[in-house]
Nanobody
């Protein structure tokens, strides 16, 4: 089993920044990818970003491209999501997830919730206008 714990959420004004962290513990694997998803009230959980274990390959949803940056600390087994230029529409519960894979391919799968094996409990991000 792999346990994922998110932190770093909170309340921020539009245009501000937050950095989310996702700490992995338990049975950690040498080859897995990490993803971030978000879910706003009344909406489905949507893909935000993903990164492979090496940190060299990343993929973003169009809605966050250029504003959010995903990264990985391989020593600490922590994934980060740096969120800049936040907008009210970014308000959601943010979840991290892990997929036992060495690659972000296929891209259509890693953008779906069924493409991941483990999930964190989520952290609330609220952006005020």
């Amino acid at each position: 089993q792999v346990q994922l714990v998110e932190s770093g959420g909170g309340l921020v004004q539009a245009g501000g920044s937050l950095r989310l962290s996702c700490a992995a513990s338990g049975r950690t694997f040498s080859n897995y990818i990490m993803g971030w998803f978000r879910q706003a009230p009344g909406k489905e959980r949507e893909f935000v970003a993903a990164i492979d274990r090496s940190g060299k390959s990343t993929f973003y949803a169009d809605s966050v491209k250029g504003r959010f940056t995903i990264s990985m600390d391989n020593v600490k087994n922590v994934a980060y999501l740096q969120m800049n230029s936040l907008k009210p529409e970014d308000t959601a519960v943010y979840y991290c997830a892990a997929r036992l894979s060495i690659s972000l391919r296929p891209l259509n799968l890693i953008q779906t919730t069924r493409g991941y094996d483990y999930w964190g409990q989520g952290t609330q991000v609220t952006v005020s206008s």
